[in-house]
């Protein structure tokens, strides 16, 4: 690896780094009688509301539908998150230090599944609070109808629009991703050579 990639690795695993401390993940909920909006943000420990109180606003909206209560307590990957980024971090540091193609290619290649498993998680996640709803507690039934959020972008749930986007951590975790596939790419133009043009 050139020195250019082996610092973009060791710049992607400080960016990494800013997951333990900024949320990855924010959910908006806003509707007519809530302009200013509900919010919940996502961290690798716990999900919180984005004002203080927004997530018991939320649960208690949630009561209405039959939607189960989001307790950070109850959810077994944030009990884990914390792990897998310390060690991607790590591991990442590792790879700029070492400078070798192939254990690039192959955090890289770690790195992708770890993304792709956490996307597909809080898409699981989102459906079964959307889908598992007791109907016959709940107020408010609508035959047919769930709740589940959007994995990117908005989507219109009864009265209220949810918007689901990366979070601070979560944008520097995708420039940090980036900055990888730079590296990579730097990495597979220095290791092949440019052919030589006969005089």
Known sequence: MPKSARLLVAVAALLMSAG??????????????????????????????????????????????????????????????????????????????LGRRRVLYAWTLGLATVLGAGLYDYWKWGYEYGHDLDTETAIIKIPGMT?????????????????????????????????????IWQSTRRAWPAPSVAA
């Open 20 to 97: 333990f401390v900024l949320p990855l993940w924010r959910v908006d909920l806003i509707a007519p009688q809530y302009p200013e909006g509900l919010g919940m943000l996502i961290t690798v420990r716990s999900v919180i509301g984005v004002k203080e109180q927004d997530l018991n606003s939320i649960n208690g909206l949630n009561h209405y539908i039959g939607m189960k209560r989001i307790e950070p307590d109850a959810i077994p990957e944030l009990r884990y998150m914390s792990m897998i980024l310390g060690a991607m971090v790590g591991t990442a540091l590792l790879v700029a230090a």
């Open 147 to 183: 709740y589940q959020p959007p994995l990117l972008g908005s989507k219109q749930l009864l009265n209220f629009t949810a918007t689901s986007w990366p979070a601070s951590g979560g944008w520097l975790l995708v420039l940090a991703t980036v900055l990888v596939g730079v590296a």
